[in-house]
Every structure is written in C-alpha cells, then in structure tokens.
T-cell receptor, first 112, second 115 residues
Framework: DAKTTQPNSMESNEEEPVHLPCNHSTISGTDYIHWYRQLPSQGPEYVIHGLTSNVNNRMASLAIAEDRKSSTLILHRATLRDAAVYYCILRDVRTGANNLFFGTGTRLTVIP | EPEVTQTPSHQVTQMGQEVILRCVPISNHLYFYWYRQILGQKVEFLVSFYNNEISEKSEIFDDQFSVERPDGSNFTLKIRSTKLEDSAMYFC?????????????FGPGTRLLVL
C-alpha cells in the first residue's frame, strides 16, 4: 500500500473548523483515500473516503488536491467528541480483502 | 444502526492458556477481520476471512492463532497458547464487500491481558 504522511498532533478550539492534512505523493490511480478515526478506548471508526472529487457526509468533508498527492479532512465544527486519532489510509480498489494498514495518524485535541 | 459486537470486553489469562475471542459481525456482511493494538502502538492487521476461509494474514498471525465462523453469525479468534506479548486490544471488523471501496466497521474490542 502507498504511504501517507500526517502530522503527529493538532489542536482545535471547540466549535471551530479543523483541517487535518495528509500527504500521499506516491498515490496510484486506483488508490482510494480513506479516513478513519479512533476515539479514546474505542475501535477505529470509518469517517469518509474519496477518489478524485471532494466528498461530503454527515461526519466530515474530504478535499482532494487536483494532483491527488494530498488531501484534507475537514471537520466543520469541532466538538469535544471529535477528539481522536485520525488516520489517512490509501486503499487500492483492485485488491481484494480490503485490509487496512494504519499508520500513527494525527491526534486531534479539542480545547473547550 | 447495526454494529459489530465483541465478547468479552476484558479477558485476563495465564501465559500458556488458550483464549477464544468472540465477535458478531454485521449480519449482511461477507468479509471479516481481526486487528490488534498493543498499548500505545498502531492498530495492526492480523487476518481477513471470506467464504469460510482465510483471505490474507499478516506475519503476526502464526500457528498459535486460528479463526473460525462456527455458526454463521459468530466469528472467533483463538490463541492456542498465549504469550505475554499477546496482551493487546483485539478488534473485530466486518465489511459488506472486499474491495478497496468498502468501509470496515469495527467492534469495541476485547482487552486481553496475559499474566
């Protein structure tokens, strides 16, 4: 799987937007960009995924650079419940089994 | 909303003992996974399972580990002879398909402590 690079940690004030960056300069044309998060003492949780176009769902938005070498997960209004480790993971749509390879992610701290 | 469940939430065992961790995946999902997370470390893939057989396994998943779907609803991970280094959180996950498009849905985990 292609590698991603994320900052180790970020902070945000509650109710402000958060932009979590991810670099994936070696992404291939068949790699989807997935984001998961892990709240304290819980299992990972799917957030969003995309290929080329920006994506929105009830949890977040995903902005993908035109060259696809980077992406940004956007939380529009951070809440205390959004404090978690966020993982950016590339998944090749051609491969079966869909195994996820987690890096160290970005630990988001939300300040009340 | 359907969710993956895991039992027990905590398990304490003596080194050398066998443990079985249980998972109930989401009912219409076809692919099943086990991951583990040693305290303070990354989430690591162990094994994926489809159509009653292992699809892929990592180097961690050695002969001491086995998986089974005994009754069409449960998915189990067995560790035959536990070692101290098996102490970790074990997460089960399921997905509707096996492509790179399908999200995986994780359970809350079983915390295993080997003494």
């Amino acid at each position: 799987d292609a590698k991603t690079t994320q900052p180790n940690s970020m902070e945000s004030n509650e109710e402000e937007p958060v932009h979590l960056p991810c670099n994936h300069s070696t992404i291939s044309g068949t790699d989807y960009i997935h984001w998961y998060r892990q709240l304290p003492s819980q299992g990972p949780e799917y957030v969003i995924h995309g290929l080329t176009s920006n994506v929105n769902n009830r949890m977040a938005s995903l902005a993908i650079a035109e060259d696809r070498k980077s992406s940004t997960l956007i939380l529009h209004r951070a809440t205390l419940r959004d404090a978690a480790v966020y993982y950016c993971i590339l998944r090749d749509v051609r491969t079966g089994a869909n195994n996820l390879f987690f890096g160290t992610g970005t630990r988001l701290t939300v300040i009340p | 909303e359907p969710e993956v469940t895991q039992t027990p939430s905590h398990q304490v065992t003596q080194m050398g003992q066998e443990v079985i961790l249980r998972c109930v995946p989401i009912s219409n999902h076809l692919y099943f996974y086990w991951y583990r997370q040693i305290l303070g470390q990354k989430v690591e893939f162990l094994v994926s399972f489809y159509n009653n057989e292992i699809s892929e396994k990592s180097e961690i998943f050695d002969d001491q580990f086995s998986v089974e779907r005994p009754d069409g609803s449960n998915f189990t991970l067995k560790i035959r002879s536990t070692k101290l280094e098996d102490s970790a959180m074990y997460f089960c996950a399921s997905s509707p398909t096996g492509t790179g498009l399908a999200p995986q849905y994780f359970g809350p985990g079983t915390r295993l402590l080997v003494l």
